[in-house]
């Protein structure tokens, strides 16, 4: 069976690039932050805004960030109950 090279998606319902710009390290960073909650979500979140503004040299950041405020407790919640399972 051939192995196929497909790239994770960081950037989950969202585009990994904007133009030319690729925002997949924000959205990388992001999921860390929300893997390792050693920073707040609302930091994680404003963290993930600044990075996708800078990098995309727009303001699309704001609306990852009205996305993530408004649905990304899911996924924080769900890494704070497996990450504990563990230990």
């Known amino acids: ?3 196929t090279n497909k790239k994770k998606d960081y950037c989950t319902l969202f585009f990994e690039k904007l133009n030319d710009y690729d925002i997949s390290g924000c959205c990388k ?3 860390d932050d929300y893997e390792k909650q050693s920073i707040s979500r ?3 979140d404003r963290d993930l805004r600044l990075c996708v503004n800078t990098v995309s040299k727009s303001t699309v950041g704001n609306i990852m960030y009205l ?3 408004i ?17």
């Open 1 to 3: 069976m051939k192995k």
């Open 67 to 69: 996305g993530v405020r």
């Open 71 to 87: 649905a990304g407790w899911i996924f924080w919640y769900w890494h704070r109950l497996y990450s504990h399972k563990d230990k």
């Open 42 to 44: 609302k930091e994680a």
């Open 29 to 31: 960073i992001h999921d």
